[in-house]
């Protein structure tokens, strides 16, 4: 039996709404980072993700485009299959929720956790945000939208199950005051205070609609998407145990070390979540870690906003390893942070280019050339000799310990170091300078291999966050294809008759104006790639200036608007141009609530003839944008009344 000692990580179950962008790709590439380097290090381990695929979302998405909800969550998870694979993501286990494997166990579940008296059937009447799939109370809205997404939420009342979440309000309290259960403590602190206001039941099931999993006791009603998202952590390892099924997986790997997931969701994660556990008598994980955002200027990317970064983009322009190790050497774990071309682009060329190609480049030249190609053994150490081996065999201990913390820009920061600090030792060393001299051959042959072992240890020690770079180092380097160990990185003087193979540059330096306007070209950043915008809405027949000069557009202000009586998507608004005040309907309200309007400059088509919206009469039109499905006002600097030329 194997009696190494496990580690059980996961990222998020991902909703497969759309495509993935940049923002997830983070999250998994940090999960594969610590997964690659926990084997390295001789754990066994389980890597899990998967697909969130119940819910009102994906069935409003599956029939607005006319098909089945399975059939149109199966397209998107092949695409982010596929996306993992040119991401070359070493995941253990990919679950779907929408796999028998996965049903059955949340069916039992929730049965288990109504046999504990934790569930009970009552009325749901509250605020529902569809995107994030959340119930709201009245006094958790943030200005009567919602607090987590600040979208539209909408007035809810239907018959659905509930989970006793109240009853574990003190049990959650103690396990975030006497534990390290949470991290970063930011985080806690928030969830303390989400607590303190007061921690209501929770609405686990649905019976509006029918895309989920059925409840047991009642098929009237799919359960409610935490309960069923939640628990493909426990579900992908065999729990709850089913006849005939073997529960290994979960004996072997549960509990959890690491549910890494973006802050956005730490709320389910470390409230939800564990309160369930608790509910069915299962142990807790050990920790849930927090990251934060990568963000555009403008903001938090967003597929409605169309602010996203396409990673197959960047890799088909730059490869899979030059992602990663901007990813994880840019940004600090927890925190949010910026994202730009320029940034991406110069941290390339400092770094991978300039100081890890330029090494390897330089290393392979000089021992083909002052050497035949074969790196030669150990020498007598001299000179800075010592300062670099003392430097290469203790990196790999601070590079652990930064790993323990999920500090991977601490980690690769150590590496990057030793790299800069084996160029120097070139300068120092002048190999060409010791070719010129017979009596120098010696030494030559000692700085040979000191970059070569240097080189190779740089080629365990990224391995982690690099593996298909640190495989071309070591074929470079004559030392095969076979994966490295890390203890070998503790150990200098292990390389000694390897043939070196040059190859191409494994970085080539950039031009960065150049690629600034080739990224902006293709919409590689701050915005939609081209094929991710809005079809082009056809144009409507030309028409002759005299036709538009009809038109008599004025500006304006609103100085009143409410929601029409008898329609709901109406919009009712005074608006004031110049000395007259008139009244103009116009079909916004999903896109704006009454109040924001108010004070708004717009543009007014004056001589637009009357006419009747559900009884109301409206004197004009309005001009507005659509972006993206959501109206916005055309509005002006200029002063009411004014004639728009």
Request: net charge negative; charged share 30%.
């Amino acid at each position: 039996m194997d009696k190494r000692e496990t580690f059980y990580i996961t990222t998020p179950i991902y909703y497969p709404s759309d495509n993935l962008h940049i923002g997830h790709t983070y999250c998994t590439v940090m999960a594969d980072a610590m997964a690659r380097f926990k084997r390295l290090a001789g754990y066994d381990v389980m890597f899990l993700t998967g697909t969130d695929e119940h819910g009102q979302k994906i069935q409003k998405l599956a029939e607005a485009r006319g098909q089945k909800p399975k059939e149109y969550v199966d397209a998107i998870v092949e695409g982010i299959l596929e996306l993992w694979e040119t991401m070359e993501i070493s995941y253990d286990d990919f679950i779907r929720t929408t796999e028998p494997r996965h049903e059955k166990r949340v069916q039992e579940i929730f049965l288990k956790m109504h046999e504990k008296g934790d569930i009970y059937k009552s009325e749901y009447v509250g605020w529902y945000c569809t995107p994030c799939e959340s119930f709201w109370t009245e006094n958790q809205l943030a200005e009567g939208l919602c607090p987590d997404c600040g979208r539209a939420v909408e007035k809810t009342k239907e018959e659905a199950y509930f989970f006793r979440l109240s009853n574990y309000a003190d049990r959650l309290v103690e396990l975030f005051k006497t534990t390290d259960f949470l991290q970063p403590e930011s985080r806690v602190n928030e969830m303390l205070a989400f607590i303190d206001q007061g921690l209501e039941d929770l609405c686990i099931s649905r019976s509006s609609f029918d895309w989920g999993i059925p409840v047991p006791l009642d098929e009237k009603h799919v359960i409610y998407v935490w309960l069923d998202a939640l628990s493909n952590y426990v579900t992908a390892l065999g729990f709850p145990e089913l006849p005939g099924e073997s529960m290994e997986k979960y004996e072997r790997y549960w509990p959890c070390n690491v549910h890494l997931v973006g802050k956005e969701i730490v709320r389910f994660h470390s409230i939800i979540w564990p309160a369930m556990l608790m509910s069915i008598d299962a142990p807790l994980p050990k920790h849930v870690l927090g990251h934060g955002w990568i963000l555009l200027e403008g903001g938090k990317m967003s597929k409605s906003r169309g602010n996203i970064v396409d990673p197959v983009k960047l890799i088909e322009r730059y490869g899979v390893d030059a992602l990663k190790y901007f990813l994880l050497r840019e940004y600090t774990f927890g925190q949010d942070g910026l994202f730009t071309n320029e940034v991406m682009l110069n941290r390339f060329n400092s770094d991978l280019a300039n100081d890890l190609g330029n090494l390897l480049s330089r290393t392979t030249a000089m021992i083909d050339k002052y050497n035949g190609g074969i790196v030669p053994p150990a020498g007598v150490a001299e000179g800075p000799d010592r300062e670099l081996r003392d430097l290469a065999v203790g990196c790999g201990e601070k590079i652990a310990a930064h790993m323990e913390h999920f500090r991977f820009n601490h980690a690769l920061e150590e590496i990057w170091t030793l790299i800069r600090r084996t160029n120097k030792y070139i300068d120092e060393t002048a190999p060409w300078v010791l070719d010129k001299e017979e009596s120098s051959k010696e030494r030559l042959h000692t700085v040979l291999h000191n970059l070569a072992e240097s080189l190779r240890i740089v080629s365990i020690l990224i391995y982690p966050f690099m593996h298909t770079t640190a495989e071309e180092i070591r074929v470079q380097l004559g030392l095969g294809e076979d994966e490295p160990e890390w203890a070998d990185a503790a150990t200098f003087d292990l390389m000694g008759g390897q043939a070196v193979r040059r190859g191409d540059p494994i970085f080539p330096r950039l031009d960065i104006e150049e690629e600034i306007a080739a990224l902006e070209a293709m919409g590689g950043a701050g915005g939609a790639p081209k094929e991710d915008l809005p079809p082009d809405i056809p144009y409507k027949e030309a028409i002759d200036f005299e036709d538009f000069a009809k038109l008599d557009l004025r500006t304006g202000v609103i100085v009143s608007a409410e929601k029409h009586p008898n329609a709901d998507k109406l919009l009712v608004f005074q608006v004031r141009m110049g000395r007259e005040t008139r009244q103009i309907i116009s079909g916004v309200a999903d896109s704006y609530k009454p109040e924001d309007c108010v004070g708004q400059e717009v543009i007014v088509v004056a001589n637009l003839k009357p006419r009747k919206f559900r009884g109301l009469e409206s004197n004009g039109m309005l001009l507005f944008a659509n972006d993206r499905d959501k109206y916005t006002f055309a509005f002006t600097k200029a002063r009411d009344g004014e004639v728009v030329s």
